[in-house]
């Protein structure tokens, strides 16, 4: 199993980010995914997470309303939209899914300061 994020960077307040993540190694159509982040100095934490059937979506209270979790399962590819962006919402944001344990990928950091 392989998680590979991409697409993070610095970012002005208000402005907008999709992250990727692009899976290999297990049949991805059929696992729900995970994002979580983690800041310096705190634990990480759960931000959003998508089905594998239907393709439902639950968001952590922080990001709801600002941020879109999707998947493309022909490309293998978990998406997280993020848009009107804060300061607070600097952190290493990683994928994440459960194929007979945790797997994680590298991360990818999001910087949002003016």
């Known amino acids: 199993v392989q998680l590979v994020e991409s697409g993070g960077g610095l970012v002005q307040p208000g402005g907008s980010l999709r992250l990727s993540c692009a899976a290999s190694g297990f049949t991805f159509s059929r696992y729900g995914m995970n994002w979580y982040r983690q800041a310096p100095g705190k634990e990480r934490e759960w931000v959003a997470g998508i089905t594998a059937i239907g393709g439902n979506t639950n968001y952590g209270d922080a990001v709801k309303g600002r941020f879109t979790i999707s998947r493309d399962n022909a490309k293998s590819t978990v998406y997280l939209q993020m848009n009107s962006l804060e300061p607070e919402d600097t952190a290493v944001y990683y994928c994440?899914?459960?194929?007979?344990?945790?797997?994680w990928g590298q991360g990818t950091q999001v910087t949002v300061s003016s």
């Open positions: 994440n899914t459960y194929y007979g344990r945790m797997y």
